[in-house]
């Protein structure tokens, strides 16, 4: 199901099967953008695009264009 990221800029995509959760976040923007997804307990991230997962306090801050998962 698609979640509101509480940023235009940013998609969100929330999945959960048989007690395993993924989170996926893509920045459709120029810019860099902060979110603050509910992030699945146990969060493991994968980032195709080979960027590293940035954290600013609670929030998840994607690079232009970024896309990444979150597992847990």
Do not use: M
């Amino acid at each position: 199901e698609a979640r509101w990221t509480g940023n235009e800029h940013v998609f969100a995509l929330w999945r959960e099967q048989a007690g395993e959760r993924l989170l996926f976040l893509a920045n459709f923007g120029s810019g860099r953008e902060w979110v603050r997804p509910e992030l699945p307990a146990g969060e493991a991230a994968a980032v195709p695009d080979g960027r590293p997962l940035e954290h600013d306090g609670d929030a998840v801050v994607l690079a232009p264009y970024q896309h990444l998962w979150i597992t847990g």
